[in-house]
């Protein structure tokens, strides 16, 4: 017990605190977890990634069950994705109920908020130089991420086809005898005790139990909502054009959101703590059935990539002795780091400077060296990075507040 609930409170915290959606909340976990914690090995969270973005899910969803699942069994797992859900379902029923009362507006708050988006840039950076002599070896490591960022950056090619490509090219260095590191310990799954008979009497029939009822109460904010769940490959951005079609516009089915109130639930999803789909999930699923749609909707989302992840882990697991999987967790290795880089530019694009077209582009020094310090932070381990994000919410509410105010 005690294990579960610091595992709740380190989870939470991360989700409540952390901007900028699943990829700072899997480096702020991997840190937390790895490095201080030591529950996990430092990169661990990180070299799973390509296991997360395969799996349909949120990424911060994703890691949540993983630290569950390796720290605290499958009850560990449960806890951890309630405690990473809990932050933006709270934060979006408050926006729900009245988001014209929030001060996003505030000098002050956009301050802070642009000093938590500089510290996650730094952090990204920071893990990505970090864990490059691991990940990144010899010509095949080299050409991979190269040819991986390319597709990402420059041609915003699709994610899960970039990650089958790195699988199958490692399938294919692998069986053709291509040279692999001896000290490559990337983990290849998980192996977790099978439940007891009894158990799994008590499971699947609380599970149908539960089900029956909010199938039964909230049906249509359930299925609709398991469904995205299903279809959330490669992170929640994937998920915004479902979400226009299903709930936007005078022809959408569902409701009938105008396009100007979408746009202003975008950018408050996008300002605030959580992942933008569970977000927008909880804003929905209140719109379509009070406080108790929004839970509904939140946790339809997420549930599917529970049980889908657990299974995909523990398989691995039984396997990884296989040339196949070790030439398929190799192959892809070296993409992640176009994954992390992919996401530091973004989050450096929403702090650093900001740029779109038919507008000025705009750089903002402090920024810079916020992303900077939060970056020397880490390498150096001279804060923990809760602490240096906390440093520069703070820097960055005096330095905008007080040059706007």
Not at 29 to 42: C, H, I, N, P
Not at 87 to 101: E, H, K, M, N, T
Not at 214 to 219: L, R, T
Not at 380 to 400: E, H
């Amino acid at each position: 017990m005690k294990r579960l609930l610091r595992l709740f409170w380190e989870v939470f915290r991360i989700a409540l605190f952390v901007v900028g959606g699943g990829y700072a909340i899997i480096v702020v976990a991997d840190e937390v977890f790895g490095r201080r914690l030591k529950w996990l090995r430092e990169g661990e969270l990180l070299e799973h990634l390509p296991v997360f973005q395969m799996v349909p899910g949120l990424i911060a969803g994703n890691s949540a069950i993983y630290v569950g699942l390796k720290t605290a069994g499958r009850l560990g797992a449960a806890v951890a994705l309630l405690a990473v859900a809990l932050p933006s379902y709270l934060i979006f029923l408050g926006v729900s109920c009245g988001y014209s009362l929030l001060p996003v507006g505030n000098p002050w708050v956009e301050g802070a908020l642009l000093g938590l988006r500089s510290a996650i840039t730094g952090v990204v950076f920071a893990t990505l130089l970090r864990g490059w002599r691991k990940s990144v070896v010899g010509v095949y490591g080299y050409a991979t991420v190269v040819l991986a960022t390319a597709l990402l950056v420059a041609v915003n090619a699709n994610v899960a086809l970039v990650l089958l490509a790195a699988m199958g090219a490692g399938i294919v260095w692998k069986f053709c005898g291509g040279a692999t590191p001896d000290h490559d310990d990337a983990s290849a799954g998980l192996e977790l005790p099978p439940l007891s008979r009894g158990r799994q009497l008590l499971v699947w029939g609380g599970g149908l139990l539960a089900l029956a009822a909010v199938s039964w109460f909230y049906g249509e904010v359930f299925w609709s909502f398991v469904k995205f769940g299903l279809l959330g490959f490669g992170g929640g951005y994937v998920l915004v054009p479902m979400y226009m079609q299903q709930f936007v516009g005078a022809s959408a089915p569902q409701l009938q959101l105008p396009m100007e109130e979408f746009a202003n639930l975008m950018a408050l999803t996008q300002a605030t703590p959580g992942p933008v789909s569970v977000n927008a999930a909880t804003f929905f699923g209140y719109r379509m059935g009070g406080i108790a749609g929004a839970a509904v909707a939140t946790a339809a989302l997420l549930l599917p990539s529970l049980f889908l992840l657990t299974a995909a882990l523990t398989g691995l697991a039984r396997w990884k002795r296989s040339r196949f999987v070790q030439g398929l967790l190799w192959g892809v290795k070296p993409a992640t780091n176009a994954l992390i880089l992919k996401a530091g530019i973004a989050f450096a694009g929403m702090s650093v400077w900001s740029w779109a077209p038919g507008q000025a582009f705009v750089f903002r020094p402090c920024s810079l060296v916020l992303a900077v310090f939060a970056g020397a932070m880490l390498l150096k381990k001279r804060l923990s990075v809760m602490a240096t994000i906390f440093l520069c919410a703070a820097a960055g509410a005096l330095c905008w507040g007080g040059l706007i105010g």
